[in-house]
């Protein structure tokens, strides 16, 4: 396969798809011409919606790869690690507001599952002779994320570990990777993408970049949170 995608391709297609995932969850399920049904087979119909929060399902398997990514390459673990953080806390009141309403704790924004994922990745690699270390801490990071209820909960983190454990098996990656999310065979789908990853940074470079990359999230989401209450 062709290795044409830089890593800032990645991210604008992981931002787009998410975009197109939130819009078509949030503005356009009750719109009648986007439940009309473009085919239908064998009982089951293929609609607009559909086909949007499918192209949507694309956006965190790619997030998590660029996850693992940062990890292996960033100059400074910690640094990388704190950004996430504050992100998360960040994101946190928008996402409660555009999922609720309000700011009772339904749970918790994406970004603490990939925060949650990366330390799980610094765990593997501090503890990887270990054996029994490094598996009560996953284990316990994993019990974690689930009680935690950030988005895809203890699935997002061991996919996360997955993609890392299995860099050098793209194959494997994506076969065992697929089963792990939901519309598995749609989660697939950002394989072909991540298997199109040439390993450059591409041109999302510089500090301004690299934060507006990471505030894409909140402010998407209070833009999506005002619009609802104008409708």
Known sequence: ???????????????????IDHIASHFLRYHEVFMTPLLTYHGKSLTYYFLLRAIGRLAFPLFAFLIVEGFLHTRNRWNYGRNLFIF???SEIPWLLVHGGTLR???????????????GLCVLERYRTD??????????????????????NGSGFAFILLLYTLRQHRLLQAIIGSCM???????GLAFIPINMYNGQRGFI????????FYAFYPLH???????????
């Open 131 to 152: 054996v029994r270390k490094l598996t009560l801490y996953l284990l316990g990071m994993f019990v974690f994320s689930v009680i935690f209820r950030a988005e895809y």
């Open 105 to 119: 704790l339904l749970g918790h924004n994406v970004m603490f599952t990939l925060l949650l994922g990366y330390l």
């Open 181 to 187: 999310l939901p519309m598995k065979w749609v989660a």
């Open 221 to 231: 989401l209070l833009v999506i949170y005002y619009l609802k209450n104008l409708s």
């Open 88 to 90: 998360a806390l960040i």
């Open 1 to 19: 396969m062709n290795r044409i995608l830089s890593g800032s391709s990645l991210k604008m297609i992981a931002v787009i798809t998410m975009a």
């Open 205 to 212: 470079r510089g500090t301004f970049a690299k934060y507006a």
